[in-house]
């Protein structure tokens, strides 16, 4: 049966890119949403099989729409991932010089990445928000353009015949951004041994050192944290939740050992998937983490109780 994803559309998108990375994408229906928002709630009202939606960038950090919205939903899952270089051009409907720029139409996360190109060669261009780079390039077509240019991806300017005023514009080259796939809670996808596990940890209150014991739940069973971001929860001041990668599977056993730790302290904790690893890079497990030391050391606590 072929599934339907969601992205953050219109077509054109780096997400849409990023989409056809996705396990099953060739046979996927893609479906353009207007933000990351309105993708994931089509996982959750079932129009969709899943959504794929930007949650970090290696020069921004997360994104925190989408982090926030994953993190605070009880029934998403994330079950793959995909990274996507990214490369961004100035376009406009018509040949103009840099200097006529006067407005200049981007999603936020392209303008934190062009900022400084921006500073430099367009210096007083009002930043014209808009809900994607696609969107942005669309926007110079209509009847009332949404400004004299746009900050997109070469593609999406090609396919429009939009004019390149300058391209690889981007501050950091060879930046990545990191997608992922989210559907509705379902089995993980199988242990590969290049895996990641999401995880959300609120920060339990009045607690001193609740995030030292938390982490050293992580580092006496030797599970790397990749990512980790505090974010606030939006109920008080000062009520933060953690958001993690952690290297590894839910059905590895440190993996496994760690959370049920991290849950003693934290009981809200939940898990938001496992997902494999888009560089496939293997996972280096010490000796005494691995999983035959797990099922040895359990097998001798099985027989002093006497089973
Ligand atoms: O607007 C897009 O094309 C997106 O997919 C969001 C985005 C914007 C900038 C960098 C990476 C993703």
Partial sequence: MSRRYSYLGPSGTFTEAALLQMPDAEAAERIPAASVLSALSMVDQDQVDGA???????????????????????????????????????????????????????????????????????????????????????????????????????????????????????????????????????????????????????????????????????????????????????SAMGDYFFSMDLEGHIDEARVAAALSGVHRIAPNTRFLGSYPRADSKPQQVPEDVSEAAFSAAKTWVDSLRGR
């Avoid at 939606?53 to 993190?71: H, L, R, Y």
């Fill in 52 to 234: 794929v939606v930007p949650i970090e960038n290696s020069v921004e950090g997360g994104v925190s729409a989408t982090v926030d919205a994953i993190s605070g939903a009880a029934n998403l899952q994330i079950v793959a991932e995909a990274l996507v270089p990214i490369s961004f051009v100035l376009a406009s409907r018509h040949p103009v010089p840099l200097g006529m720029v006067e407005t200049v139409a981007t999603h936020s996360h392209a303008w934190a990445q062009v900022r400084r190109w921006a500073e430099a060669n367009v210096p007083g261009a009002e930043y014209v928000p808009a809900s994607s780079t696609a969107a942005a390039a669309h926007g110079l077509l209509a009847e009332a353009p949404v400004a004299d240019a746009a900050v997109c991806a070469p593609l999406v300017a090609e396919q429009l015949g939009l004019h390149v005023v300058a391209s690889h514009i981007e501050d950091v080259a060879g930046a990545l951004t990191r997608f992922v796939l989210v559907t509705k809670p379902a089995v993980a996808p199988q242990h590969t041994g290049a895996d990641k596990t999401t995880v959300m940890i609120p920060l339990p209150e009045d607690r001193p050192g609740a995030l030292m014991e938390i982490l050293e739940h992580f580092t006496t069973r030797g599970v790397n944290i990749c990512r980790i971001e505090s974010r606030p929860t939006g």
